[in-house]
């Protein structure tokens, strides 16, 4: 047998490429991409007449490509990006090749007229090299070309008649793709580039030196879905005409010199996630209808010559996600209570503008807000208390403006606060000395001139102190401490009268179920004590049967435990109480909640009362890393695989390994817990079914009628009455990792009609990937998080599309880390997750497969070191 395939990609291969691979002349695929290669390419690799599949990309390779690899007639594809390859391109023979890739190496001179032998060319990516000159006509005789980048070079002379070959272009009727930014093209973007492929999805012509009107042609290309024409020398409006792009997702016009108003037009562009205008001088009013615009993400608009007030429909849009950025323009008016709407805001950037008014309280409902600028405006009042609820807050900055009263204490507890400016406003009394208030170095106080106190390094004046109280004030206080003693002592008698009352009555016996280990004397009052009566302080968490909330129950052990409350009250709560203890009974397993008691008994009243009692999980659900307190931006993307291996592993066990088999019906992230070493643990079963190896489908005992899980995750055929199913947990299962990945909620509102979670993901894999990733996992991936908004605008700019090199802070070497992380582990777990939540139960995988292959993507992703492995995980 002869070999013909050889595939090496992804496997840590180390020193140089053998010269003995030249002998196998029956080979005709040699891939070693992404490996640890070096040395330069054996020069016998050119006896391999048979080859047709040669890719070395992502390596460590240099010195000179054999010219004799690029005159093989039998080449389909030939990748050599991101080496150190250096020399110009010889001539080329290749009429069968169809992929071209040369990106990110030092290939010089021009590009040979003779590429025009690939008449097949479909693919063809010469970005990040030193090309210089202008493109020849060749360019027009590829037929079936789809991508073209040449991001990157240096292809232009900043001359005006840089941009002519767009005309050859128009020729390539399948083109989808074309990059050209960065290369120092100069002159005017003509109009034949309306012309271009109706098939065009992607346009970028940022970085340049481009001159004059953008075309009102552009209309035309009505397949656009991403353009790009930020860092030029535009002048003038911003054509209506963009209005008519009805599938356009990004819009990056910043950094020119544009003028005039901002279009209503672009209200109509209700796919848009992503508006970038900054840098320009545009002037009027916010037209109010780009709240029309509904998936809109990340908008910044600052450093323009914007007046007027803020359109509540804007700055209420709960839509954004990442940024919205209004700052160093000239708007007025207070800021608007429709503010509080924006749930999942990382950050919101208001600086140098003229508004006025207080700070909304409702701000504190921004719970996801990670930096939030204000400074240089002239909002009056103190500062709300209620920027306490915003856990997850980084950097604060309320400078230059004219706040009063004092800085609430609280704000030194804030965990994550690492930047804090309060100069320049007319705060007075004692400043906090914990938290960022000890680091001197994080904070600013300066100009406030009635401030004291805090730490010694912040050379404050000390406080002055307090003036005792008035007599009359001392014999009021006095009488009324009097008056409160004796009414306690009354209640006290009345209190322990009730309890000896009580303690001769009979009460309820205790009925935990059978098989669990309980705690000693668990008792109505052992549950009450710790928790002061069930108080909505220890509330942790409620859901459709009851509350959780925490406590000790043991003082010398001082653990911490989870007791969850039925509420008796809720139809199905009795019934969900004994399927939970059922279910949980005889199971064990890491990857499972450990249930150490049930109390069923009475309260004080006589009321009926069935608690559970769980061991506490510090780290709180997943649904709150992801959706609430800005912990999202912390959980990286081992941490998120590593969660899902666990569901699966428990899911597992539970449908396969104990006995009986259990079916949760309830999988949902508000139910998979994380402990202190951020291992997931999968919990509430009050909707679970009970599955004997014994009985048939007709006898699986439910927990209670009509319910089988939550809207977005059940499967639907239960809608029409199946009765619950492995299957049904596989599809909850699927539904839960695609929101992992991607950051949408399953009844998130752009999901109207036809249109779900799994559609979604499903249209836009594999070529639009980047589009779907959860922001704040793709921010996990970079070497450091940004700290100002035009960093995280730069930032996503270049990693929404790869092809879009316009951004100084991404290089190569980050660039082709980011593609290997998403089409190594990102692309395969949602594919994954869409395989498991098919609408027919048939065609979904089954947790054993699905866990088998996530360990496989798991693996795989260590080996590329994505990031920092989390303690206590091998």
Not at 10 to 15: K, R
Not at 178 to 196: E, H, R, W, Y
Not at 540 to 565: C, L, P, R, T
Request: contains cysteine; aromatic residues 6%; hydrophobic residues 40%.
């Amino acid at each position: 047998m002869k070999l013909m395939h050889l595939n090496f990609e992804v496997d840590n291969l180390i020193g140089g490429i053998p010269p003995s691979m030249g002998n196998v002349s029956s080979i005709t695929i040699l891939s070693l991409a992404e490996n640890n290669l070096v040395g330069s390419v054996p020069e016998v690799l050119g006896r391999l007449r048979s080859l047709s599949f040669f890719v070395i990309g992502l390596n460590n390779l240099s010195g000179l490509i054999p010219p004799s690899l690029f005159n093989k007639s039998s080449m389909n594809a030939f990748s050599l990006s991101f080496n150190k390859f250096k020399g110009s391109i010889p001539r080329l023979n290749m009429p069968n090749l169809q992929i071209l890739y040369l990106a990110g190496n030092e290939f010089f001179g021009q590009i040979p007229a003779s590429l025009s032998n690939a008449s097949q060319l479909q693919a063809l990516d010469f970005g990040e090299n030193n090309f210089v000159g202008q493109l020849p006509v060749c360019f027009g005789n590829f037929p079936n070309l789809q991508r073209l980048r040449l991001t990157k070079n240096n292809l232009g002379s900043n001359s005006s008649n840089d941009l002519g070959f767009i005309k050859f272009l128009t020729n390539c009727s399948n083109l989808e793709t074309i990059s050209l930014s960065v290369n120092n093209f100069g002159g005017v973007l003509p109009d034949s580039v309306a012309n271009l492929s109706t098939q065009l999805t992607q346009l970028y012509l940022g970085g340049n030196q481009i001159a004059r009107t953008i075309p009102e042609t552009l209309g035309n290309l009505n397949n656009l879905i991403s353009l790009g024409l930020g860092e030029n020398l535009f002048t003038g409006t911003i054509p209506a005409s963009i209005g008519k792009l009805q599938k356009l997702q990004m819009l990056h016009l910043y950094s020119n010199r544009l003028s005039g108003r901002i279009p209503s037009s672009l209200g109509n562009l209700t796919q848009l996630f992503q508006l970038g205008m900054f840098e320009n001088e545009l002037e009027g009013s916010i037209p109010p209808n780009i709240g029309d615009c509904k998936n809109l993400q990340m908008m910044d608009i600052s450093h323009n010559k914007l007046s007027g007030d803020i359109p509540s429909q804007v700055i209420g849009l709960s839509s954004f996600s990442l940024l919205l950025n209004l700052s160093q323009n000239s708007l007025t008016g207070i800021l608007p209570v429709e503010v509080g709407k924006l749930k999942n805001i990382n950050i919101l950037d208001i600086f140098d503008n003229y508004l006025t008014g207080g700070i909304p309280k409702i701000i504190g409902g921004c719970l996801s807000l990670g930096f939030l600028y204000l400074q240089g405006n002239h909002f009056q009042g103190i500062i709300p208390s209620s920027l306490l609820a915003l856990r997850g807050l980084q950097y604060l900055d309320l400078s230059r403006n004219n706040l009063s009263g004092h800085i609430p204490k609280d704000l030194q507890r804030l965990p994550f606060l690492k930047y804090l400016n309060l100069s320049s406003n007319n705060l007075e009394g004692e400043a906090p000395k914990g938290g960022v208030f000890q680091n001197t170095s994080a904070i600013s106080l300066n100009g406030n001139s009635k401030l004291c106190g805090g730490v010694s390094e912040l050379q404050l004046p000390a406080c002055p102190v307090k003036v005792p109280k008035q007599r009359k004030l001392h014999d009021f206080k006095l009488k009324f401490t009097i008056s409160l003693v004796a009414r306690c002592s009354l209640l006290f008698a009345v209190i322990i009268a009730l309890y000896w009352r009580r303690k001769t009555q009979k009460t309820k016996p205790l009925s935990p179920v059978s098989s669990i280990k309980f705690l000693p004397k668990v008792s109505y009052q052992t549950l009450h004590q710790p928790t002061s009566g069930f108080s909505l302080s220890n509330q942790i968490g409620s859901g459709g049967f009851g509350s959780v909330y925490k406590g000790i129950i043991d003082q010398e052990e001082n653990n911490v435990v989870a007791i969850k409350v039925l509420n008796l009250q809720e139809k199905g709560a009795s019934k969900s109480f004994v399927a939970e203890c059922n279910a949980l009974r005889n199971i064990r397993h890491r990857n499972l909640v450990k249930i150490l008691t049930c109390c069923s008994s009475t309260d004080y009243n006589g009321n009926d009362f069935k608690a559970l009692v769980f061991e506490n999980m510090s780290n709180g659900s997943l649904e709150e890393w992801l959706h609430k307190e800005n912990q999202s931006r912390s959980l990286n993307l081992l941490q998120r695989l590593n969660i899902a291996v666990d569901v699966a592993s428990a899911l597992c066990y539970l449908h396969d390994h104990c006995e009986p088999q259990i079916i949760h019906c309830d999988i949902k992230p508000s139910n998979v817990l994380l402990d202190d070493e951020m291992v997931a643990r999968v919990g509430d079963f009050g909707l679970a079914r009970l599955i004997s190896t014994t009985m048939d489908s007709s006898q699986i005992q439910s927990s209670t009628v009509g319910l089988k899980g939550t809207i977005g995750y059940a499967a639907p055929e239960y809608a029409s009455g199946v009765e619950p199913s492995r299957q049904g947990d596989v599809y909850s299962y699927g539904v839960l990792l695609l929101q992992m990945f991607t950051g949408r909620r399953p009844i998130d509102e752009m999901f109207k009609e036809d249109l779900n979670l799994h559609n979604f993901v499903k249209m836009t894999i594999p070529k639009r990937v980047m589009e779907i990733v959860d922001y704040t996992l793709l921010a996990t991936l970079k070497d450091r998080a940004p700290a100002t908004s035009q960093n995280v605008v730069n930032y996503i700019s270049g990693y929404n599309n790869e092809i879009e090199a316009v951004e100084e802070n991404i290089d190569n070497e980050n660039l082709s880390k980011m593609n290997t992380y998403v089409w190594k582990c990102i692309l395969p777990t949602l594919k994954i997750g869409l395989a498991c939540s098919e609408e027919s139960p048939r065609n979904r995988m089954s947790m054993e497969e699905v866990h088998m292959k996530l360990h496989h993507i798991k693996d795989a992703c260590t080996g590329v070191d994505i990031c920092q492995e989390r303690p206590g995980r091998s």
